[in-house]
């Protein structure tokens, strides 16, 4: 590895055209995928996988339970090895043998259903634990980033509050506010809004709306389709591990191609009048 590899990228001046950081440059896509295999045992999950992100783009991942939507994540992440292909993040391929592990998830923001947040610290040392431990910023410098970051979520007030004196809401908010504080390169959110109360939904759908209208490359898989139609540039349909659709967001929910996208659309009532079409099939699912 050579030494110009060991420092952040976008920083080297050989990682730069004409001034703007590689990251930044649209040619280069934040997240790729070529060919990527995944199985767990006999269960193959992902089945070659193919995905570029550009710069700037939301891109929304929707597909059925178990089709591999969170795999894909974690594996973006390097938090499962893959099997076969390859996964470049600006333009490095992180699945080579011998990446730094460590240095590629911190330019990669992860935000889960669960919202993981240390019981016993504070929303102000939540968001600034990582940055303090693994950046090794001072932490008066490591508190005023973390107002900023948790006024971006609308959460300066609650600086001083643990994760039991906040709604679930508001701790999906934290958490996120902890994932900018690395200031990362593509943003991963996995289901985000599943295990909230359907009232607090709305107010971590507008925090991360507002984060892809600034500019956050992100990767979103959701349920939550008038999202999906609402901030997602492109939609991905996964089925099996596969993904069998993809196109801009509109056409996929209103105009889906495949027969499986319709099924499922359908199944999450998403086409119009569609509860009037559903019937109990014989396998006790909807059909
Ligand atoms: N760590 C693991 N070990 C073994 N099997 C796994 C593991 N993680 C996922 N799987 C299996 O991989 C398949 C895909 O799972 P994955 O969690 O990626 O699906 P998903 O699309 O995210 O589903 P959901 O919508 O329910 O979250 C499932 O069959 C699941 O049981
Ligand atoms: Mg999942």
Redesign the pocket.
Known sequence: MSAARETIPGSDPADRVAGVPRAARADVPVVSLEGVHKS??D?E??RGVDLSVAAGQALVII????????????CINLL?PIDDGRILLEGDEITRRGADVSRVRQRIGMVF?QFNLFPHLTAMDNVTLAVRKIRKVPRAEAETRARVSLASVGLEEKAAHYPHQLSGGQQQRVAIARALMMEPHVMLF??VT?ALDPELVGEVLIVMRDLARSGMTMLV?T?EMQFAREVGDRLVF?DE?KIVEEGAPVDVLDRPRDERTRTFLRRTLQLPDSLEELEINDEGGVA
């Open positions: 767990f045992g269960n999950v992902l597909g059925r339970s178990g089709s591999g939507k969170s795999t894909l994540l974690r499962e259903q996995d289901e599943s898989v349920h996964m591990g």
